[in-house]
């Protein structure tokens, strides 16, 4: 229990902290934090100081004009550590949104849907509590993730209404690296200007063409790059969504005879109004002729000549098996007259994204904790944004074992150690 309280007391300064800025939704999640705890430990009867902070967080709801029904059932199930009653908060929570467990759930129709993403993800979190006091909740998960994700792939679905197109290109011009594919985009948008204004004085233009093939290794920012042109495109009222449905060879080529058109014309479907963005899209043409994927990618054309202003096709992979899918299939070849080739990373501008990243996240990385992370980069970790993610993680994931373990006060500052041994364990 000792070390338990101590890595709880991180929990309870920022509970105490926030207490008077929380309002109805912050109550919620702070409650299902400690909850947490409490399953995950088994504590049936708590510490002192727990009991506090929850006592506190009831309180508050008093201070609201409706103590919601979720807020009832949670405080319950803080009680009596009951899954059923857990499984109740789920579905309160869910009918306060309008729906049921096991809806299919028109996304397009959702007026708040940051406000329902973040209602999901906290039932997401008490039936996975309730599955570990011996409730049948897997359904339930199931369904909950289907959803969420599907919210997800709608990119920035918690501020489409507040882009404009010079907010997205200043998003644009803040990225690190990517000079050629900024320099790429600022092409498309003249492009499209300048057959605007052709159409508007009665000249003939030429049909737009915005389906366009990405080539480049992974981590090069392809995908990132994919969900701000689909931004960039509602912005300009070329889509009316603006939405990128990411889709692999897996999501789109099925198992037997018949299925695959079926399959891969509910994916076009579900793009419509935004971009469908096909990663690894050479995997169609990985068994030639006898292979489903050839039927996914006749499928895909089709749906490109029938819709074709309705929505954007965005193929992604190496370059190599890029060309070559391309070239093997005349329909695909005809419609795709756009490439952007992304170059790999320099290594100082991955280090760059690492900085950016710590600093967003309100973390400080020392001179020489840089300088260590450098040469790992220069010794042959190149080219690869991903990697930088994954890495700037594990070192917060370092920093925080370092401060709960030593009880420290710092709570910024990465050190040359903590990447030592990311480092370490990278290599095992």
């Known amino acids: 229990m000792g070390n338990q309280m101590s890595s709880y007391e991180w929990m309870s300064k920022a509970i105490n902290q926030n207490l008077t800025k929380y309002e109805d939704e912050d109550i919620e999640e702070a409650m299902i934090r400690l909850l947490r705890i409490k399953v995950k430990k088994k504590i049936h009867t708590l510490d002192e100081q727990m009991d506090l902070d929850y006592s506190r967080l009831i309180e508050k709801t008093g201070d609201l004009e409706t103590v919601r029904t979720p807020l009832i059932y949670l405080n319950s199930f803080y009680l009596c ?73 709608i990119e920035h679905f918690d501020q489409h209404e507040k882009d404009t197109k010079e907010s997205i290109l ?21 492009w499209i200007e300048f057959s605007k204004l052709r159409k508007q004085s009665g000249f003939k233009t030429q049909p737009l063409t915005l389906h366009t093939v990405y080539s480049g290794n992974p981590g ?30 897996q999501d789109l080529v099925a198992e037997y005879i018949g299925q695959t058109a079926i399959k891969t014309q509910k994916q076009i479907d579900l793009a419509q109004g935004g971009v469908l963005f096909i990663d690894e899209a050479y995997a169609l043409a990985r068994g030639g002729d006898i292979d489903f994927g050839k039927e996914a990618i006749d499928t895909l054309v089709k749906g490109m000549e029938d ?26 070849e005809s419609r795709f007259t756009r490439y952007f080739d992304f170059p790999d990373y320099e290594v100082t501008e991955l280090m760059q994204i690492a900085e950016l990243q710590l600093a967003q996240s309100q973390y400080v990385l020392e001179d020489r904790a840089k300088n260590k992370m450098l040469l790992f980069l220069e010794r042959g970790h ?25 009880a420290s006060n710092d709570l910024q500052l990465i050190t040359e150690e903590m990447v030592s041994q990311v480092i370490r364990d990278w290599k095992r």
């Open 81 to 153: 550590l009951n899954g059923d009653v857990a499984m109740k908060y789920v579905q309160s929570a869910l009918a306060e949104k309008g729906i049921r467990i096991g809806d299919d759930v028109d996304l397009n129709n959702v007026s708040d849907l940051k406000d329902l993403y973040d209602g999901l993800k906290r039932a997401y979190k008490v039936a996975e509590l309730a599955s570990l006091l011996n409730v049948d909740a897997q359904k339930t998960l199931e369904w909950l993730h289907l959803t969420i994700r599907a919210i997800e792939k």
């Open 170 to 190: 200043k998003e644009l011009e803040s990225m690190i690296g990517l000079d050629s594919i900024k320099q790429e985009i600022y092409d498309l948008l003249h």
């Open 382 to 406: 190149q080219g690869n944004g991903r990697l930088i993610r994954n890495f700037v993680e594990a070192l917060i994931m370092r920093k925080a074992v370092h401060s709960v373990t030593y």
């Open 307 to 332: 819709k074709r202003d309705q929505f954007v096709v965005i193929l992604a992979g190496y370059r190599h098996e890029m060309k070559q899918l391309i070239s093997i299939n005349p329909g695909l």
């Open 220 to 249: 090069t920012g392809k995908t990132t790059i994919a969900r701000l042109v689909a931004r960039l495109l509602k912005a300009m009222g070329l889509l009316s969504n603006g939405h990128v449905v990411e889709v692999s060879r």
